[in-house]
């Protein structure tokens, strides 16, 4: 189990350039848990995670670690316990799969040092976790989305936070790949208790995999909590304006949400 | 842990044909070396060049040009080792592979500036041009990547090769517009213009090593965090990469290559270019490694087409800028269109 750090982001308001995209959103990340941030397009899901891990300057308030403003501890240091796996990275031309998760060891490694035992060991894990180490040294070219993804995930996963942050790791997945890839991200939530924090689009597979969802509507946090507790279908109607009625997940008991649409209704005179 | 995953991962560390790639450079190098020594308006045999390397008693005519010849190959090699890593610098601030300092603009700035040197301060020695060229890059590169980052989302690598290659451009016609009117500067700056290593001697090679260190220290120390930069400015940061301090260093590391190379031989173009391209192709993008081998690879570059310029001019010779302009062109045409493909 991961030491636990507090992670809180207190009355952030944040955005690019002139535009405000959070309002004074205040949100406690629970340690060792799956978060899940959900909302409609532009609700400014992306601009939290990206204030909270750094990426954005928030225009007022404050992200803290421990009780410390992140922006106080130097940015090595920080990334050696808060991880990003940002939406859209860049494969540089011609890599491996072992040199792209290499890189996640940056921030524990010293200058002009070569790599340590530790940096080693860390990668072969990262790779193992990933099921990716068959494909050590094969180009990133020659992967499928999904694998691509997980060599990515590996990579966070080398750098060996105890928070890890994804901005929507299952976009442009097929759906195997999709659940895929969130039952390896519980696997190590599970196994190692790292806290994981993401932007997922789905709003069934977040209630599944969520232990907790923060939902925001128009850069206001309006609802968090369990999802068993929170996903409500006069939730879903509230943030994204969706006509639907909430049933249980029959494999996992979690909620699942249900579009009723104008068509197709079998109950259209009941409801 | 068992003996096997061991001894795969030794092959993480440095890329798989590091080592043959390494040996086969210096034996090139090697190659460069007697070439650049023997080759010239009079060719000389082997004994010559042994005699005039390695036994100063000796006074033969063939001796003394094999002598006259070690400033040159040396300045030549101290050239192309600095535009190699210039080249692998400034490809990776701006994330973009065809970013070689004379597409960026950068000496061209140093060519005006010396020009307005030559023009209007009297400026003659290469002392002077070094601080002239120096200063004409420092500023170009802070226009272009003043230009390049204007509007949304910051400097991007298309909007910093665009205002590159506009700035470079504008900057061209302002050197004609002020040579051209001047017969006198026109005849000095003539010749340094087209780029040459021939004007190199032991001044200018000791006037070149502080800059050299400087920027290939900057270029190793740099090289992890670049690595790092290579995968998106968002995942720099996430690995704690100050994405800002880190492009300012290594943009001045390379600009500092490149201006001072321009100021002692000239604006050689393309060897940037092709110095990382060929390394990369073979090795792989990991930094650590195109750095070094991409100061051997452009030193060689240099060298075969300085060279190449004293056979194919012979009597005379022909500036290795033209002849790198005449390799380098068609190369460029070539991994514009990969890159395009990819990027499509």
Known sequence: MKSTHAFKADHITAGYDQTTILHDVNVSIPSNKISIIIGAN??????????????????SGQVTIGGKPIHKIPSKQLARVLGLLPQTPIVPEGITV????????????????????????AVSEAMEI???????????????????QRVWIAMALAQQTDILFLDEPTTYLDITYQVEILD?????????????VMV?????????YADHIFALHEGQLVAEGQPSKIVTSSLIESIFGLHCTVINDPISGSPYVIPIGRHHSKLRKHS | M????????????????????????????????????????????????????????????????????????????????????????????TRNPIADPSILGVNTGAALFVVCGISFFNIGSASQYIWFALAGAIITAIFVYGIGSMGRGGATPLKLVLAGAATSAALSSLVMAIMIPRSSVMDQFRFWQVG????????SISLFIPFLVVGMLIAIFTAPALNALA???????????????????????????????????????????????????????????????SAISGAIILSMSDVTGRILGSPGELEVGVVTAFIGAPILILITMKAKMRAL
């Open chain 1, 42 to 59: 532009g609700c400014g899901k992306s601009t939290l995670l990206k204030t909270m891990a750094r990426l954005i300057k928030p225009v």
């Open chain 1, 98 to 121: 072992a040199d792209l998760v290499g890189r996640g060891r940056f921030p524990h490694q010293k200058f002009l040092k070569g790599w340590s035992k530790e940096d080693y060991e």
């Open chain 1, 130 to 148: 990933m099921n990716i180490t068959e494909f050590a040294d094969r180009h990133i070219d020659e992967l499928s989305g999904g694998q691509r």
């Open chain 1, 184 to 196: 390896l991200l519980t696997d190590l939530n599970r196994k190692y208790g790292t806290t994981i």
């Open chain 1, 200 to 208: 997922l689009h789905d709003i069934n597979l977040s209630a599944r």
């Open chain 2, 2 to 93: 068992n003996d096997l995953s061991v001894t795969e991962q030794k092959q993480w560390h440095a890329p798989k044909n590091f080592i043959k790639l390494l040996i086969l450079s210096l034996v090139l190098f090697g190659i460069c070396v007697v070439a650049s020594l023997a080759f010239g308006s009079r060719i000389v045999g082997w004994n010559e060049i042994m005699n005039g390397l390695f036994h100063p008693d000796v006074e033969t005519h063939g001796a003394n040009v094999v002598r006259q010849r070690i400033a040159r190959t040396i300045f030549g090699f101290m050239c192309g080792a600095a535009l190699g890593v210039s080249g692998a610098l400034l490809q990776s601030v």
């Open chain 2, 196 to 203: 040459s290593v021939g004007a190199g001697n032991w001044d």
């Open chain 2, 231 to 293: 995968l998106g400015d968002e995942a720099a940061k996430g690995l704690g990469v100050s994405t800002g301090t880190l492009r300012l260093i290594a943009a001045f590391g390379g600009v500092l290559l490149c201006a001072v190379t321009t100021a002692l031989a000239g604006p050689i173009g393309f060897i940037g270019l092709l110095a990382t391209h060929v390394i990369r192709l073979i090795i792989g993008p990991d930094l650590r490694f195109v750095i070094p081998l």
